[in-house]
């Protein structure tokens, strides 16, 4: 059974940045992808970035310059830096992790940018 569980979101300016911790159960090495997408009420998920098991980075390409994925092994955690937040970049952010032909999401954390 995999577990994802995010955290980090909040309410920030325009301007601020925020760091999305998902804390993984079990090595977060067994996974050929994890990742993260993004959602607004209404609309549908949207893809944000991932990270391949063999270190590989992806990112949407409106987002990229200003969002980050990485990994720490030790901590079994994948994290999202989002850096420059726009009013635009407000969701729930969604951690997923993809191994043995599916998918796990967590639950999702709310990332709220006032102008």
């Known amino acids: 059974q995999v577990q994802l569980v995010e955290s980090g979101g909040g309410s920030v300016q325009a301007g601020g940045s925020l760091r999305l911790p998902c804390a993984a159960s079990?090595?977060?090495?067994?996974?050929?992808?994890m990742g993260w997408h993004r959602q607004v009420p209404g609309k549908q998920r949207e893809w944000v970035a991932s990270?391949?098991?063999?270190?590989?980075?992806n990112y949407d390409d409106s987002l990229k310059g200003r969002f980050t994925i990485s990994r720490d092994g030790a901590k079994n955690t994948l994290y999202l830096e989002v850096n420059t937040l726009k009013p635009e970049d407000t969701a729930v952010y969604y951690c997923?992790?993809?191994?043995?032909?599916?998918?796990?999401w967590g639950q999702g954390t709310q990332v709220t940018v006032s102008s």
């Open positions: 997923y992790a993809y191994v043995s032909s599916k998918f796990y």
């Open positions: 079990g090595s977060t090495f067994r996974f050929s992808t």
């Open positions: 990270l391949l098991s063999d270190g590989t980075t």
